[in-house]
């Protein structure tokens, strides 16, 4: 089995930052690629960053400039560096990961992050 653990989620200010982890574990041989979703209430999921293990990067609009993605790939650990947060960035964060050879992708349990005064 494969999981994904996230961490780092919590109550921020406006303007405030926040680093999510995300660590994958179990049954690994390659992963290709690492990212993060999130989700907020009545909404679909929505691809925030992602990375891949050659270190190509891609981010949703609405965060470039002030979210960061890197990876660890001896670590299988991918983090979101989130900085000038906002408060239409609250979200339930989820984690997630593509394996080599394999179709369907991993998922987190997910991670809540509030943007709030």
């Known amino acids: 089995q494969v999981q994904l653990v996230e961490s780092g989620g919590g109550l921020v200010q406006p303007g405030g930052s926040l680093r999510l982890s995300c660590a994958a574990s179990?049954?690994?041989?390659?992963?290709?690629?690492m990212g993060w979703y999130r989700q907020a209430p009545g909404k679909q999921r929505e691809l925030v960053a992602r990375?891949?293990?050659?270190?190509?990067?891609n981010y949703a609009d609405s965060v470039k400039g002030r979210f960061t993605i890197s990876g660890d790939n001896a670590k299988n650990t991918v983090h979101l560096q989130m900085n000038s947060l906002k408060p239409e960035d609250t979200a339930v964060y989820y984690c997630?990961?593509?394996?080599?050879?394999?179709?369907?992708?991993?998922w987190g349990q997910g991670t809540q992050v509030t943007v709030s005064s």
């Open positions: 997630n990961a593509q394996l080599a050879g394999i179709w369907r992708p991993y």
């Open positions: 990375i891949t293990t050659g270190g190509s990067t």
């Open positions: 179990g049954s690994i041989f390659s992963i290709n690629a």
